[in-house]
């Protein structure tokens, strides 16, 4: 029993801040390799759901595999009579004698794609879906290096797998961490290698983006105060992005009151990140806005204890901003962007804002905090007057904002609230391909006239009753912005993943960063940006 405890608290102590962050260094992709392991090679190969018990109907790669070993796996496939269905799988082993393992996983019927009332392209989901199991199959076989059918979208194949195999165990023991797997593509019967390895990298980092992303909003918030989000960014972003880290002082003298209400209550210093990535000469760049609570606790107005740990998460808007960043930075897309994150925690304390207190935002309104757990809106007030000055072409937002959103979507679409016509339809666009969807919700000045109905001041941050919820938080940012292309994304439904999507195991989701990634990349095709 002593031992025990002692083993415990040597253990608790190992795991100290810079500890943690010397090896969070290298996962932000797929985990590290040692060079001296011994690799078990698995394959996996895609099938389309065929109704026919004598015959196969294989991708172009599979097919050839199959060509190569003398049509062992379709024979073996078929020994079963029941065909598989969309998202089952086989395994086959001493196929061939450079497999350990060959998975089949089917990927649905041959052709599938846009669905308009789902709002997907079907084909390229089931596609991640489909792979996301087989690696994750594989892996606890304990195969640690698998080649992966391209299954004719190698970039959606490259998304599912990296994205299924994420987790985020940096503060458990060696022993109860997932095994490290190599993933690739299977190039090898390719007509164009180079094309798919160009195609699998770029799914491969669009996973890796999100999956920073994932990691952010999953680290507790003991380790993950505005200072130590701001050191993270500067170590991942630092070589390809200009990164300031502004302190209170500064904010104060920016008269960001609104912002310096919500950290007042915490003794952890709030932080205002500026970072800048410049794939182009502009003077009109694209400005990107993340909601950095990193622990929301309601403040006075504080939250049901039950539950509360998920409040770690409400930097979600902030992590899915440093997300999308790396990815775009990475791909080196031709696209000048602008990063705005204001980061403190929302604490309960004798210095904290009260209910009913009164402060000015930066661009000189008055807001009476009637709810301190509507803080969210607090801060993004002076980010979003502050990115103004920098004569942006467009500003998006994203902030896990209300309750409300999950009430009326779920974890089925990150609600979107814009004043243009043309970015919904651009957005909606990168968010087909991404599979991660959005849904347009309204900026009515029926809303407007809930906040702006104050006894004390300008605007009351609540809205009067809960009806609404979503709304009227959009309309309060509203009040903040001039820029005539503005979207702001309430992402509090799509927080965390409790198994909706296929492809992201249970826990925080990073959603959504590959629709943002894709949404600047076609912003980036624009001549403007
Ligand atoms: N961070 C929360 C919103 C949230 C809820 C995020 C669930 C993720 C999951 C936000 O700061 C909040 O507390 N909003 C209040 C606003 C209300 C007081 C007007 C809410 O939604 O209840
Ligand atoms: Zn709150
Ligand atoms: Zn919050």
């Known amino acids: ?185 299977a190039t090898r019967y390719s007509q164009d290698k180079n094309s798919m390895e160009k195609e699998w990298r770029k799914g491969a980092i669009l996973a890796e983006g999100q999956n920073l992303s994932r990691r952010l909003m999953e680290m507790p918030a003991n380790l993950l105060t505005p200072t130590k989000f701001a050191e993270i960014i500067k170590e991942q972003l630092a070589d390809k992005c200009e990164v300031l880290v502004r302190d209170k002082d500064w904010a104060e003298s920016m008269k960001m009151g609104s912002f310096l209400s919500v950290a007042r209550g915490s003794v952890e210093p709030p932080v205002f990140l500026e970072i800048e990535y410049k794939g182009r000469q502009s003077d009109s760049p694209l400005a990107l806005v993340g909601k950095g609570v990193t622990f929301d606790t309601g403040g006075i107005s504080i939250k049901p204890s039950q539950g509360m740990d998920a409040m770690r998460g409400d930097m979600g808007g902030a992590a899915c901003v440093a997300g999308s960043l790396l990815s775009v930075s990475k791909l080196q897309l031709p696209v000048h962007v602008k990063a705005f994150i204001p980061l403190c925690e929302n604490m309960p304390s004798g210095s904290a804002t009260k209910p009913g207190d009164v402060v000015t935002a930066m661009n000189g309104k008055t807001i009476q905090v009637d709810n301190t757990d509507a803080e969210g809106r607090l801060i993004l007030a002076d980010a979003l007057c502050y990115s103004e000055q920098f004569n942006p072409s467009l500003i998006l937002d994203m902030a896990t904002l209300t309750g409300a959103i999950d009430v009326a979507l779920g974890a089925g679409a990150a609600g979107v609230f814009t004043n243009s016509e043309n970015m919904w339809n651009k957005l909606q666009k990168a968010s087909v391909r991404s599979g991660d969807r959005v849904w347009r919700m309204p900026l009515f000045n029926h809303y407007t006239k809930k906040i702006t109905e104050c006894q004390l001041a300008d605007l009351n941050n609540i809205g009067g009753s809960r009806s609404g919820g979503a709304c009227t938080a959009a309309a309060f940012l509203k009040e903040f912005v001039n820029n005539k292309n503005w979207l702001h994304l309430d992402i509090a439904g799509v927080m965390s993943n409790s ?28 001549t403007k940006n």
């Open 1 to 185: 029993m002593a031992a025990s405890i002692v083993k415990r608290v040597n253990r608790v102590k190992k795991l100290n801040v810079s500890h943690i962050s010397a090896r969070y260094k290298f996962l932000t992709g797929s985990r590290h390799f040692s060079t001296s392991k011994q690799w078990n090679k698995a394959l996996v190969l895609g099938v389309y759901e065929n109704e026919s018990t004598d015959s196969i109907d294989f991708t172009g790669t599979a097919r050839k595999f199959d060509e190569k070993a003398d049509g062992k796996i379709s024979q073996l496939l078929l020994t079963v009579k029941k065909p598989l269905k969309c998202g089952k799988t086989r395994t086959l082993h001493a196929v061939d004698p450079e497999f350990s393992s060959v998975l089949v996983t089917c990927i649905g019927k041959r052709g599938e794609g846009y669905d308009e009332l789902e709002t997907v392209d079907k084909g390229r989901e089931s596609i991640r879906a489909a792979v996301a199991k087989a690696v994750l199959q594989l892996r606890e076989l304990g195969e640690n290096e698998i080649e992966v059918d391209s299954c004719g979208d190698t970039e959606a194949s490259a998304e599912g797998c990296h994205l299924a195999l994420f987790s985020y165990d940096d503060l458990k023991a060696e022993k109860s961490r997932k095994p490290a797997v190599r993933i690739s593509c």
């Open 499 to 526: 198994g909706d999507v296929a492809y992201l195991g249970k826990g925080m989701s990073g959603r959504p960063t590959r629709t943002v990634i894709e949404f600047i990349n076609l912003m980036s095709k624009e």
